[in-house]
């Protein structure tokens, strides 16, 4: 059975940065590809970075140039380095693997102006 959990999040200014852990628990992590996910207080959950299994990195247009995911495959974890935060970044933010439908608890970003 998949487990995640997320760490790393906070409360940061304006500019701000942090760097979010997914560690992955039950499966190989690298056998698909992993998501990042975040979801905005009221609204739905979004994809918004993709690792596949080669390592190649993908992005949604709104953290395009600002985010970036890599891995520790001995660690079986999965980062999301996040830049130049706005209050737009404000989510939770979760990780998971293609195919999976378990949730881990997610990670709170909170950015103030």
């Known amino acids: 059975q998949v487990r995640l959990v997320e760490s790393g999040g906070g409360s940061v200014p304006l500019g701000g940065s942090l760097t979010l852990s997914c560690v992955v628990y039950?499966?190989?992590?690298?056998?698909?590809?992993m998501h990042w996910f975040r979801q905005p207080p009221g609204k739905a959950r979004t994809v918004i970075a993709n690792?596949?299994?080669?390592?190649?990195?993908s992005y949604a247009e709104s953290v395009q140039g600002r985010f970036t995911v890599f891995r520790d495959s001995d660690k079986n974890t999965i980062y999301l380095q996040i830049n130049s935060l706005s209050p737009e970044d404000t989510a939770v933010y979760y990780c998971?693997?293609?195919?999976?439908?378990?949730w881990g608890p997610g990670t709170q970003v909170t950015v103030s102006a």
């Open positions: 039950g499966v190989d992590p690298w056998s698909k590809t």
């Open positions: 998971n693997q293609d195919g999976n439908n378990q």
């Open positions: 690792m596949d299994r080669w390592g190649s990195a």
